[in-house]
C-alpha cells in the first residue's frame, strides 16, 4: 500500500479534452502519488490514450489543469516533464540497435553522459534483455521488444512513466511473464505509473489503485485501492474475486448491461 503521505507527481483537475466539436474526455479529477502504479480501466473509445497525451504534456486540455510534482503543465513558464511512455506497439527505430535507441532518448533526457554506460547495463539486466543490447530490433521476438520499450522508458530518469496498453499485442504466456515483472521492477526502482488497460484482471493484478472511467467521453466513475497484498498471484481466488465485482459494476456504465437477451447499449 503506497503511503498516502507520498508527494503527488500527477494532479489532473477538472480536465476536459475535445477535439473540435467532439469531446474525449468530459471530466476527470484524480491524483497519483510517487511509487504508485494507477490503471487507467475503460471501455475502447472511452477517451484513455486522449488522457495519457495530456499527461505526458503533448496535447493541452480544453479545460482543467495538470500539475507535475505541484508545477502546472501547458503554461508558457511549464518545462517539458521528465516521462517515459510505452506504446502498444514497441515504436522503437529499426534502423537503431537496441543500444542506439536508448542513447538517443538518454540524449533528449537530463542524464549525464557519463553515467549511461552503466545505467544501460543496469536497466537492461533488470529486464534479463542484457544479451540484446547490440541487437537490432527487428530480430527479437514481441515480448522481448516491450521489454526494450519499458528499459528505455525507465533509463531516462523519469518523473513518471505513462503506459498505454503495453501488453495487449502480446501472447497470454508472455504478457503474464511481463506482467509479473512489471510488478517487481516497479518496485525496485520506486516508478510512478499510469497503466492504461481495458482487462479488468490485468488492472487488479498490477494496480495498487484503479481509476475506472465512465463510457466515453469519459468522467471517473470509481477510484478504486485494490485490497490484496503484494507480492500477487495471477490466479490467486481473490483477484478473480474483485475482477468478477468490478466487471459487475461497471456492465451498466460501460452501456454493456444484458436485459433478458438483449444487449443494451
Ligand atoms: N486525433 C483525434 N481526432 C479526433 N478524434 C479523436 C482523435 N483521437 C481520438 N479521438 C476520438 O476521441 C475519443 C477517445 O479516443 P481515445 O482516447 O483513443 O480512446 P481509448 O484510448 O480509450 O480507446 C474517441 O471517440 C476517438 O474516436
Ligand atoms: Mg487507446
Not at 515480448?143 to 522508458?153: K, L, M, N
Not at 482487462?199 to 490484496?228: K, M, Q
Request: glycine residues 6%.
Amino acid at each position: 500500500m503506497i503511503a498516502q503521505s507520498n508527494p503527488c507527481v500527477l494532479n489532473a483537475i477538472d480536465l476536459g479534452v475535445s477535439y473540435g466539436d467532439s469531446t474525449a474526455i468530459a471530466r476527470l479529477d484524480f491524483n497519483v502519488r510517487r511509487g504508485e502504479l494507477v490503471a487507467i480501466l475503460g471501455p475502447s473509445g472511452c477517451g484513455k490514450s486522449t488522457m495519457l497525451n495530456v499527461l505526458s504534456g503533448l496535447r493541452a486540455p480544453t479545460r482543467g489543469q495538470i500539475l507535475v510534482d505541484g508545477e502546472e503543465l501547458f503554461t508558457a513558464q511549464s518545462k517539458r516533464p521528465r516521462l517515459g511512455y510505452v506504446f502498444q506497439a514497441h515504436r522503437l527505430l529499426s534502423w537503431r540497435t537496441v543500444r542506439q535507441n536508448f542513447e538517443i532518448a538518454l540524449a533528449a533526457s537530463e542524464v549525464p553522459r557519463e553515467t549511461w554506460d552503466e545505467r544501460i547495463d543496469e536497466i537492461l539486466s533488470i529486464l534479463h534483455i542484457s544479451k540484446f543490447k547490440d541487437a537490432w530490433p527487428m530480430r527479437l521476438s514481441g515480448g522481448q521488444r516491450q521489454r526494450v520499450s519499458i528499459a528505455r522508458a525507465l533509463l531516462v530518469d523519469p518523473s513518471y512513466i505513462l503506459m498505454d496498453e503495453p501488453l495487449s499485442t502480446l501472447d497470454e504466456v508472455t504478457a503474464r511473464a511481463l506482467r509479473q515483472e512489471l510488478t517487481t521492477i516497479c518496485q525496485r526502482t520506486n516508478a510512478t505509473v499510469v497503466f492504461v488497460t481495458h482487462s479488468v484482471r490485468e488492472a487488479v493484478y498490477l494496480a495498487d489503485r484503479i481509476l475506472i472511467l465512465t463510457r466515453g467521453p469519459a468522467e471517473v466513475f470509481e477510484d478504486f485501492t485494490v485490497p490484496i497484498d503484494r507480492p500477487r498471484d495471477y490466479d490467486d481466488k481473490r483477484i478473480g474475486e474483485v475482477e468478477a465485482a468490478i466487471i459487475r459494476r461497471v456492465q451498466a456504465p460501460w452501456g454493456l448491461a444484458v436485459e433478458g437477451e438483449k444487449t443494451v447499449v
